[in-house]
């Protein structure tokens, strides 16, 4: 029975040195999670040279709550007539990933299959949410810098990386819809 209190007090000390020991990026209140919303915060408020909102909030209509800034850097006028993918396509993507702060996260520019600098992915699975909302907004053709929160991107835990509420920035270029079948 002597033994317990010493068992306890082990046991107390290995969990302080534990919890003292977790990062502080995995904290919604974090350094890392404050700059983040800042950076969205000004995104959101961004205005091009008319004064014009800069990036179009666009909603998933899946889910009202899931949301992505974009911006178009080609005349839409130009791809409307384009295929636009589904939520079930699989679709060839160039891209190129940062962090708020600028810092690269990922590319596709170095790839050489299945065609030079093309990812190849199903937007149902197996790429964040972001993603999937931003492409089936596109055509394709279409090229544009899409602001990902941290909600609808890796969320609130690490990824790889990837630190928990990462808010994101990719330039996406829709390349292709392989397997694509146009129904009359």
Not at 65 to 83: I, Q
Not at 92 to 119: E, Q
Not at 150 to 177: C, M, Q, R, W
Request: aromatic share 14%.
């Amino acid at each position: 029975m002597k033994k317990f209190p010493i068992i306890l007090l082990l046991c107390m000390l290995a969990g302080g040195i534990f919890t003292s020991c977790l990062k502080d990026d995995d904290n919604k209140d974090s350094s890392w999670s404050k700059a983040n919303r800042a950076w969205l915060e000004d995104q959101m408020n961004l205005k091009d040279s008319e004064g014009k909102s800069y990036y179009t909030s666009i909603v998933a209509p899946w889910d009202n709550e899931a949301k992505v800034l974009m911006h178009w850097f080609n005349d839409t006028n130009k791809t409307k007539g384009n295929l636009k993918p589904l939520y079930t396509s699989t679709v060839d993507v160039k891209y190129y990933g940062r962090y708020y702060n600028g810092a690269p996260l990922d590319s596709s520019y170095a790839r050489t299959s299945p065609a030079d600098s093309v990812f190849r992915t199903r937007l149902n699975g197996g790429i964040i949410t972001g993603w999937a909302i931003a492409l089936t907004r596109m055509h394709i053709g279409d090229s544009v810098r899409v602001v990902i929160p941290y909600n609808v991107g890796y969320g609130t835990s690490a990824y790889g990386t990837v630190k928990a509420y990462s808010n994101l920035e990719f330039d996406l270029k829709l390349v292709g819809i392989p397997y694509y079948e146009a129904k009359p």
